[in-house]
């Protein structure tokens, strides 16, 4: 059975800077893509990063780069988000999902991690 867990959220200042951890079980989790996405109330579910199933591409929404790192870790079951330089605007509900390798696949997602920039 598939299982995604995040677990990691908190509250950060402005400025500071958090580790997302997401783990993955019951697939084998270097053969697939994997991906962070975040919601925030009223707004769909937005990409925020994307990892092809070895690790070594990446790819990020325009208002993370520079400041976001995803990473993938075969050996540990383990995807992270690495976030710096943290915004009010990064608050949001951040999931894990994991990417299809074929069209006819169910998608697979973390129940999500509650991260909140304030002062």
């Known amino acids: 059975q598939v299982e995604l867990i995040e677990p990691g959220g908190r509250l950060v200042r402005p400025g500071g800077s958090l580790r997302l951890a997401c783990a993955a079980n019951g697939f084998r989790f270097r053969s697939y893509p994997m991906s962070w996405y975040r919601q925030t109330p009223g707004k769909e579910r937005e990409l925020v990063a994307s990892?092809?199933?070895?690790?070594?591409?990446?790819n990020y929404t325009d208002s993370v780069k520079g400041r976001f790192t995803a990473s993938k870790h075969a050996t540990q079951n383990m995807m992270y988000l690495q976030m710096t330089n943290l915004k009010p605007d990064d608050s949001g509900v951040y999931y894990c999902?994991?990417?299809?390798?074929?069209?006819?696949?169910?998608?697979?997602w973390g129940r999500g991690t509650q991260v909140t920039v304030s002062s």
């Open positions: 999902k994991r990417e299809r390798l074929w069209w006819g696949e169910a998608d697979y």
């Open positions: 990892l092809d199933a070895a690790g070594t591409w990446s």
